[in-house]
């Protein structure tokens, strides 16, 4: 029997926001399959004991500070895990906010800060990436970018207009860029995966603000109203979206790129 290839034994993988939710649930998951994994966040404690929790189960793990919004702390990041690693395979742009506001309240300001970091964060870790993954990089063996979207990069939603703008770019960007490294040779593949309603801390916090604003009379009915919108009637767990994840960095999707992957339990089909 030919040993399976959803696999990232021996691979390099830096997933950004992986302190907590989908980052540190798939740093889990691609650390369990045999992949060096590099937490990057700007929460520098949580970040660091999420990779001490890995290396605590047997996996490779560690921390490094990250600031998606600033070009030098990417080049610098990748910089030592080239020196240190000797590569790097995969890169997970996980890191994202959202902010709820009407149209009519949003501030320039709150505008850009929500697409500094969803949009701009995925196009520099994407750029740097490529730079040394690319055969003329440093690294130069090729590699896997998977960039965190979102259902609300598809669909729109009220209050939600700067987040699904920026989730709506980074599908489309993760296209362009596809076609690019394709057009250049450049031996990476480039995927956008699209979460629906999972169970990160951000999406806990929304049930608790529902119910103070009596939108929902309990956490129990704020989740229906989430779960009515798929077709499975569960909410969607971290892990889930991880799984995908660890796929598209396998080598089993060798023959992907410039594809989008829904992980929201039928949301998009109703």
């Not at 229906?224 to 892990?239: N, S, T």
Request: charged letters at 20%; aromatic letters at 6%; glycine letters at 12%.
């Amino acid at each position: 029997m030919t040993e399976p290839t959803v696999h990232v034994k021996d691979k390099v993988a830096l997933i950004s926001g992986a302190a907590m939710g989908i980052g540190a649930a798939t740093a889990a998951v691609l650390a369990k399959s045999g992949a060096t994994v590099i937490i990057g966040d700007i929460l520098e404690q949580e970040g660091q004991a999420t990779a001490n929790e890995i290396v605590e189960n047997g996996g490779l793990a560690e921390f490094m500070p990250l600031d998606v919004t600033r070009e030098e702390q990417w080049q610098q990041v990748i910089a030592t895990i080239v020196e240190r690693h000797g590569g790097l395979d995969v890169l997970v742009n996980n890191t994202g906010i959202v902010v709820h506001n009407r149209l009519l309240n949003i501030s320039l300001e709150e505008w850009k800060h929500v697409n500094a970091v969803n949009m701009e964060g995925t196009f520099l870790g994407t750029k740097c990436a490529v730079e040394v993954m690319r055969p003329e990089g440093v690294s130069g063996r090729g590699g896997s970018i998977i960039n965190l979207s979102s259902v609300g990069g598809v669909i729109g939603a009220p209050d939600l207009s700067s987040y699904c703008a920026s989730k709506g770019a980074v599908r489309t960007f993760t296209k362009a860029i596809a076609v690019e490294c394709g057009a250049y040779g450049y031996n990476v593949r480039v995927n956008s995966v699209h979460p629906g309603n999972t169970l990160t801390p951000m999406f806990k916090q929304e049930f608790v603000e529902m119910v103070e604003n009596g939108e929902a009379s309990s956490i129990e009915d704020a989740m229906k109203f989430y779960m009515d919108m798929q077709v499975l009637p569960e909410m969607g767990q971290p892990e889930d979206v991880g799984a995908m994840i660890l796929f598209l960095a396998s080598d089993a999707a060798r023959f992907i790129t410039g594809a989008e992957f829904a992980v929201d339990g039928g949301l998009l089909a109703k």
